[in-house]
């Protein structure tokens, strides 16, 4: 299983608002900012959050981060079909294992707009 | 504009070996860290290995430790990985990454499937 910990999957009606959460430890999430990736069916992943809330040019308002701890969360306003999609977080993991620093990503979130 | 684009899929058996590249353009590719990642179908985000901008420093996931290899040309803009002793596990689409300066993987390239199988 993955080191970062993700629900599997959230839904919601278009327009309205949805949270994905991700849970990590303190050797990675709780002292390394956090990344959100977005991949559309068939696609490679897509930057969509970095350094936890910032999101890169090109990117709507209606995406943002925060991160609380040991844990963070993406939020997606005025959900759009279009938003359908698997959501990963990622950071930087410092522990001893995999030789040193290295990354760790969530499970992934399917994304469901009804 | 950044483009990574990666070659070198394909089927292979069990036991067998691969060579991935990935040709980077849009971008001064001796100034980054690069990594591989990789995603087993139906399955999420791997992170396999990552090399600095000088190839001074290299490190791998533990399932890949002594069986691949991450390499780059900076002189050709490119980046390696040498897959040995294959197994069927390894079986995933394989991304080419950028580390982007502000702790994230800021792009990504479109993936090259990799069969392991007999």
């Known amino acids: 299983q993955s080191v970062l910990t993700q629900p599997p999957s959230v839904s919601a009606a278009p327009g309205q608002k949805v949270t994905i959460s991700c849970s990590g430890s303190s050797s990675n999430i709780g002292n390394n900012y956090v990344s959100w990736y977005q991949q559309l069916p068939g696609t490679a992943p897509k930057l969509l959050i970095y350094?936890?809330?910032k999101r890169p040019s090109g990117i709507p308002d209606r995406f943002s981060g925060s991160k609380s701890g040991t844990s963070a969360t993406l939020g997606i306003t005025g959900l759009q079909t279009g938003d359908e999609a698997d959501y990963y977080c990622g950071t930087w993991d410092s522990s001893l294992s995999a030789g040193g620093p290295h990354w760790v990503f969530g499970g992934g979130t399917k994304l469901t707009v009804l | 504009q950044v483009q990574l684009v990666e070659s070198g899929g394909g089927l292979v058996k069990p036991g067998g070996s691969l060579r991935l590249s990935c040709a980077a353009s849009?971008?001064?590719?001796?100034?980054?860290?690069m990594s591989w990642i990789r995603q087993a179908p139906g399955k999420g985000l791997e992170w396999v290995s990552y090399i600095s901008s000088s190839s001074s420093y290299t490190n791998y996931a533990d399932s890949v430790k002594g069986r691949f290899t991450i390499s780059r040309d900076n002189a050709k803009n490119s980046l390696y990985l040498q897959m040995n002793s294959l197994r069927a596990e390894d079986t995933a689409v394989y991304y080419c990454?950028?580390?982007?300066?502000?702790?994230?993987?800021?792009?990504w390239g479109q993936g090259t499937l990799v069969t392991v199988s007999s």
């Open positions: 350094e936890n809330n």
């Open positions: 849009g971008f001064t590719f001796s100034d980054y860290y």
């Open positions: 990454a950028r580390e982007g300066p502000n702790s994230s993987v800021d792009y």
